[in-house]
Structures are given as structure tokens and as C-alpha cells.
């Protein structure tokens, strides 16, 4: 198993936000919202389909800019990983999907092929290597973006409702994945709008509706005395709009 | 007469008669060497076109887009022009030769292949954009890797050009000069020998031509469905 070399393991990287909002159209869709992810532990974001988890998640790693408002990480800029809703694999095989990701990191070529094997034994994966990642089942597809997310070595790793497709077992296999990077050192953002799943493996949540930050509290908290009556009702089970 | 040219036809491809496979051979020779040299630029240049944005972008877009109708013969005119005695590039005495036939079919597919590979990357890019930039993948490396993702799609793009290269008279009549066994191809040829009469040979050309044609198509439909079943 390859080891994660953390490039400040002193100082934990700290996400602020700064009244953030994000507009598309004219519509503000997020925010404004203020919040801090700190420390070294899983932070899930919860909220009922269209909340504006996927689009925090997409803030916090860059991919989109606020429209308003500013993001800055405290101390350096930690190298991320992020997995998305539904894995995007390239049309080579599983392991060249890896071996990919390698060489955009330069890793030498010589050494691409053995760390590729490494991560893919370690996800379960031994036995699909070469084949076209793109046919693989929908729990492999994500274990293998998973994989993919564990060779380029992040201090923090987003995902993106990364269960929400799978079945029992291949849900089981993608927590155990997600606790791997935990047990590592590296700080856990992820989505779900599954209660069982945030129960499991959060150490604090983060809860939106209509692209609002209702509650941000340590799971304890959040799920046995939530603050406010949506978060309730959303706990509760109760179909929210 | 039509019946007995067509026995002629088939006796002359069942006996590969040396003066048909000399032209067959020199056409194939023009038009997978265009083919070739246009998918060295055309490939790399459509997947810019997909990904840069930059000032004209949109003009460029819509010249090439139109440029995949050029007639041949003005292609061939424009190739004409340059490579003339009298044109810029007359020096070289590349008129009439093999080599201004291949400049000419560089000219008329190249837009072919840039736009549909612009098409192709743009859609590829789409799917992929996130991921790349989660992976701080550059721009520039993102052409040679989505170019590989989309190498089936790009086959078919591929195969669009060279069957209009083949297929193709009014370049390749200028700027070549229709020369016996020096630049006659499969399609000047055609032309010729109908003119004169020889139907036999022309319709034996016709026939080759077909099933070259047919064959790209067959592949490009292959391509496309094996595409479907091993990569999802
Ligand atoms: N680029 C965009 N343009 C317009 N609307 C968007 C865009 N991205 C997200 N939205 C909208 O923003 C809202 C929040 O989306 P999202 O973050 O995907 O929700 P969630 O992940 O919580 O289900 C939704 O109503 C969605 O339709
Ligand atoms: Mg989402």
C-alpha cells in the first residue's frame, strides 16, 4: 500500500468561506453561506435533491467560482481529489485509467504500472485490470474512481453522493474505501442525502435547503437535537420540498 | 454492349490487368497519403479548436464548417494557382505530379476532418471537463488525451475524408492532369474512358470504386457498433 506523504502534516488544511453565493441565470441557486471545514475528520453534507450540495462540494474544490463572496484555504492549498455522483472514466482499461492519473502527477513511467496495480489490488479490483473501465459494474466504477482518488495522494477528498447508484454491498465496499482515506490522514467532504450513510460516518454535518446553510454541528448533535425544524423533519424522513 | 463491358469489367479485376491495378494502386497511394497528412493536422487542430476559447474562435469555427463543402474542382483551382508556373510556388514544378494531387485532397478534407473532430472532442470534453480539471490536468494535455478517448469516433471521422478523397474527380483532374501512368487515377480515369468509349475499363474502375466506398462505410458502421459494445 503506497503511503500518504502529507506535504504540511503539521497544519491541517482549513477551508473558509466568506459569504459565499453562487449564481447561474440570475437565480441564486447557493449562499450566501459562511462556513469553515477544519480538522481531520468526515464532514457530510446533507439536504434534500437540489439543496446545493453538489454545488458546495464544487465551490469548496474549485471546480465552479462564487459569484460572490470568496473561498480561501488557510495555510497552503491542499492537494484534493474529488469522486463524483457518477464515476467519469476514461475509455481505456482500469488500469490505464490509473496509470493516467500517474503521469498527469509525474510519477516516472517506470514506476506507473506497479502503483497502479498496488491501488487496484487494494480496492478489490485485482481481477478487472484490464478490462475497459467503462463496462465495469457500477460498484467497481466507483471503486476504481476511488482508487484513482487514492493515487493522486490528496489531503482532502471530496464525494459527491458517491453511494447514491449502488447497491447494499457495493455501498459497504465504498465506506470501507472512504474510511481507508480517514484512517489515513485525509479529510473526508462528501454528500449524501442518506440518513443511515451520515449516521454511519459522520463526525459533522453540514445541512442545506434551498441552497441555505441550515445547521453545520457535530453529527451527535445534529441528528438528536437538530436546530431547526427542517433538519427535523429531513431526519425524521419526511418528504421535504 | 453495357452487358458485355461488364464481363469485360470483371474478366479485367479477376486477371488484375496491369494498367487497372496501376491506377487503382496510384489512387489509393494519393488518397491515404492526404488522408494521412490531414489527420496529423486536422486531428490535433480540431481538438484545439474544441478546447481554446480565444478572440475569432467562433469565425474560424464557421469557415472550416463551411470549407467541408468546398467543391473539389476548387480546390484543385486554388492548388492550381499556387503550384502554376507562373503561381508562388511554381518554382517547385510540382504540377501535374502525385505530390499537387495530394496537396489538393489535404485541401479538400482537411476542413472534413477539423470540424468533426471538433464536434467529437467538444463532446468527449463535455463528459470529461470536470474530472480533467479535478485532476489539474492542463489544456494542452488534455488534447493527445481526449484524441485517445475518442480514437474509435475519430476512426469514423477518418473514413469520412478518405471516401471523399477517393471519391473525389475535380481535383485531382486539375492539378494532376489526368497523365497516363504518371497521375491517373481511379476517377480520372473513369472520366476518360467513358468519353473514349472504353466502357469495360470504366466500368471496372466504377466497380473497385464502389466496393472501396462500400468497404470504408461497412468499417465505419463496424467501428461504431463494436465502439458501442466494448466501452460503454
Ligand atoms: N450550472 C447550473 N445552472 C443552473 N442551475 C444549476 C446549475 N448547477 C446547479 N443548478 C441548480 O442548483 C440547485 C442545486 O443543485 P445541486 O447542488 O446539484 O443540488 P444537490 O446536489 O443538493 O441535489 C438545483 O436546483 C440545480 O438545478
Ligand atoms: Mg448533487
Wanted: aromatic share 6%; proline share 5%.
Amino acid at each position: 500500500m503506497t503511503s500518504l506523504s502529507l506535504a504540511h502534516p503539521t497544519c491541517m488544511p482549513r477551508l473558509h468561506f466568506h459569504d459565499v453565493a453562487y449564481q447561474a441565470a440570475g437565480q441564486l441557486l447557493l449562499g450566501p453561506l459562511s462556513l469553515q471545514l477544519e480538522g481531520n475528520h468526515r464532514t457530510l453534507i446533507m439536504g434534500p435533491n437540489g439543496a446545493g450540495k453538489s454545488l458546495l462540494m464544487r465551490l469548496a474544490h474549485g471546480l465552479v467560482k462564487p459569484s460572490s463572496g470568496h473561498l480561501h484555504w488557510c495555510g497552503h492549498v491542499p492537494r484534493q481529489a474529488m469522486v463524483f455522483q457518477h464515476p467519469v472514466l476514461l475509455r481505456r482499461s482500469a488500469r490505464a485509467n490509473l496509470e493516467y492519473a500517474l503521469a498527469v502527477q509525474g510519477c516516472p513511467r517506470n514506476r506507473r504500472r506497479q502503483r497502479a496495480m498496488e491501488a487496484l489490488e487494494h480496492f478489490g479490483l485485482a481481477n478487472v485490470t484490464r478490462r475497459p473501465a467503462r463496462v465495469l459494474s457500477g460498484g467497481e466504477q466507483q471503486r476504481l474512481a476511488l482508487a484513482r482518488a487514492w493515487l493522486l495522494e490528496p489531503e482532502v477528498l471530496f464525494l459527491d453522493e458517491p453511494t447514491s447508484a449502488l447497491d447494499p454491498a457495493a455501498i459497504r465496499a465504498v465506506e470501507d474505501a472512504i474510511n481507508t482515506f480517514h484512517h489515513a490522514g485525509v479529510r473526508i467532504v462528501m454528500s449524501s442525502h442518506d440518513l443511515h450513510q451520515a449516521r454511519r460516518l459522520a463526525d459533522d454535518v453540514i445541512f442545506l435547503h434551498h441552497g441555505k446553510l441550515l445547521e453545520h454541528s457535530p453529527a451527535d448533535t445534529f441528528f438528536q437535537v437538530p436546530a431547526t425544524v427542517q433538519a427535523k423533519a429531513f431526519i425524521q424522513g419526511e418528504l421535504m420540498d | 454492349m453495357s452487358d458485355s463491358a461488364f464481363i469485360t469489367a470483371l474478366q479485367l479485376i479477376a486477371n488484375f490487368d496491369p494498367e487497372l491495378l496501376a491506377i487503382v494502386s496510384l489512387s489509393l497511394r494519393v488518397s491515404l497519403s492526404a488522408v494521412i497528412i490531414a489527420a496529423f493536422i486536422g486531428l490535433p487542430l480540431g481538438a484545439a479548436l474544441a478546447l481554446y476559447r480565444f478572440p475569432g474562435r467562433a469565425i474560424i469555427i464557421v469557415v472550416f464548417n463551411a470549407l467541408m463543402g468546398l467543391p473539389p474542382v476548387v480546390a484543385g483551382l486554388s492548388v492550381y494557382l499556387l503550384l502554376s508556373r507562373a503561381g508562388p510556388l511554381g518554382e517547385f514544378g510540382l504540377l501535374f505530379t502525385p505530390t499537387a494531387m495530394i496537396v489538393a485532397q489535404v485541401i479538400l478534407i482537411l476542413p472534413i476532418l477539423v470540424s468533426l473532430t471538433r464536434q467529437r472532442i467538444e463532446e468527449l470534453h463535455g463528459e470529461y471537463a470536470e474530472q480533467l480539471s479535478s485532476m489539474s490536468v492542463s489544456k494542452a494535455r488534455r488534447i493527445p488525451t481526449l484524441l485517445w478517448d475518442a480514437r474509435l469516433a475519430l476512426i469514423t471521422v477518418i473514413l469520412a475524408g478518405l471516401g471523399r478523397a477517393s471519391a473525389e474527380v475535380g481535383a485531382v483532374m486539375i492539378v494532376g492532369g489526368n497523365i497516363d501512368g504518371v497521375t491517373r487515377v481511379m476517377t480520372t480515369a473513369i472520366v476518360l474512358e467513358t468519353s473514349k468509349g472504353n466502357l469495360a475499363l470504366a466500368l471496372g474502375l466504377g466497380l473497385i470504386l464502389m466496393l472501396l466506398v462500400a468497404l470504408l462505410n461497412g468499417m465505419a458502421y463496424l467501428i461504431g457498433e463494436g465502439t458501442k459494445r466494448s466501452l460503454g
